[in-house]
């Protein structure tokens, strides 16, 4: 399962998981809206596609793509190869409409999620072993510290990078002053 940015105010535009599935068959086969909304459909290598808007506003997937044997015989087949291409084509067209994003775009986005997550977390690691060292630190702030840890570490489960960031900056603030 994958997350993708969104660009703002685009799930609004576009009408929420309702626009979501009418923008996959425009892209995919056998498109069938979901319960929780979003859709599942599938084309060519792509046996199942699943896609909805969370609500925090990211494109959730899970796709599940032909493989081994399976695949050799489909690319060998009569079409097989071109079929193949299509399909990650219509899957790049159908994520640069669903984020607002191209692909480029898309990678810089995952980039600096991972070094928000990467900086909450070393960020957690150092409150701990500033509050492991310190003499001076009172008791009230080893538990407001230690409350913010737990706040971080929530946001960093919840895949919220941008929250967790700035918490893990404000028990930064909080333990070295």
Sequence with gaps: MEQFEVKRGLVKTMGGNAGLAKLG?????????????????SFSILCR?????????KLVVDVEQMKGNDLSEYLQADGGREQAMQARKRWSGFLDEATGYNSK?????????????S??????????????????MTDDVKE???VLISEVEQK???GNGTRAMS????LSKLVEG
């Design 156 to 158: 960093l489960e919840e």
């Design 105 to 117: 775009q898309r990678g810089d986005k995952a980039k600096e999620a991972g070094k928000k997550i």
């Design 167 to 170: 918490l893990s900056e404000k």
């Design 49 to 57: 596609i699943q896609a909805t808007y969370s609500e925090d506003g």
């Design 119 to 136: 900086k909450a977390n070393s960020n957690i690691r150092l409150a701990k072993k500033m509050m492991e060292m310190s003499k001076t």
């Design 25 to 41: 068959g425009q892209y995919f086969d056998e498109v069938k809206s979901g319960v929780d909304g979003g859709f599942t459909a």
């Design 144 to 146: 407001q510290a230690l």
